[in-house]
């Protein structure tokens, strides 16, 4: 069975001050591994999807890294606009596409 | 484009009601997906569709039918709503093209039942 666990449940950071979320995953084999920003009361956003060990992609102050394991999300120099909640989510490749499994999410607050 | 519409973006339910949750997609996605995200929790699988005419049960499917006749659409049936399907439900519709993958969300429908 797949499993998708986030770490931690919640972070709050000053203006300026860098972290990263964890995204931890069983699956017998990956599709792709992907990363969604939340707003309160909006829908997922689509952020990045990462498909081998080794691949990273960038979106402004973000950057995603993947393992065999685990996912971070960099976060670099962030603002009070990055508070949201960060939802990790993978795919199996011996399910149908359209078929993923999401963690609980990382709620981030920004503090100016 | 409008990308993917829900509608209503509240519903109040009694108990024992049916009603339908509307989904619609103008990107010719041919995967679309319904998630319910209950409070504090992350999106948890109900129905998907690999395309029309096919549909698939997900994680958490008891009492809700769907069924894609376009598509564009994808609805999603309660049949007899209770006080356990509250919950934000969101619809997603997603490509998959030369090995590359991407998943796009609707705004949500906030459901209560009482």
């Known amino acids: 069975e797949d499993q998708v666990t986030q770490s931690p449940e919640a972070l709050r950071l000053q203006e300026g001050e860098s972290s990263s979320l964890n995204c931890s995953y069983t699956v017998s084999g990956l599709r792709g591994l992907f990363w969604y920003r939340q707003d309160p009361g909006k829908g997922p956003e689509f952020l990045f999807t990462l498909y081998s060990a080794g691949e990273e992609k960038e979106k402004e102050r973000l950057k995603a890294t993947l393992t065999k394991k685990e996912s971070f999300l960099h976060i670099t120099a962030p603002k009070p606009e990055d508070s949201a909640t960060y939802l990790c989510a993978v795919q199996d490749l011996n399910t149908n596409a359209g078929k993923s499994t999401f963690g609980d999410g990382t709620t981030l607050t920004v503090k100016p | 484009n409008a990308g993917v519409t829900q509608t209503p973006k509240f519903q109040v339910l009694k108990t024992g009601q049916s009603m339908t949750l509307q989904c619609a997609q103008d990107m010719n996605h041919e995967y679309m997906s319904w998630y319910r995200q209950d409070p504090g929790m992350g999106l948890r699988l109900i129905h998907y569709s690999v395309g029309a005419g096919i549909t698939d049960q997900g994680e958490v499917p008891n009492g809700y039918n769907v069924s894609r006749s376009t598509t564009e659409d994808f609805p999603l049936r309660l049949l007899s709503a209770a006080p356990s399907q509250t919950s934000v439900y969101f619809c997603?519709?997603?490509?998959?093209?030369?090995?590359?993958?991407?998943?796009?969300f609707g705004p949500g429908t906030r459901l209560t039942v009482t």
């Open positions: 997603a519709s997603s490509y998959s093209e030369a090995g590359r993958y991407e998943q796009y």
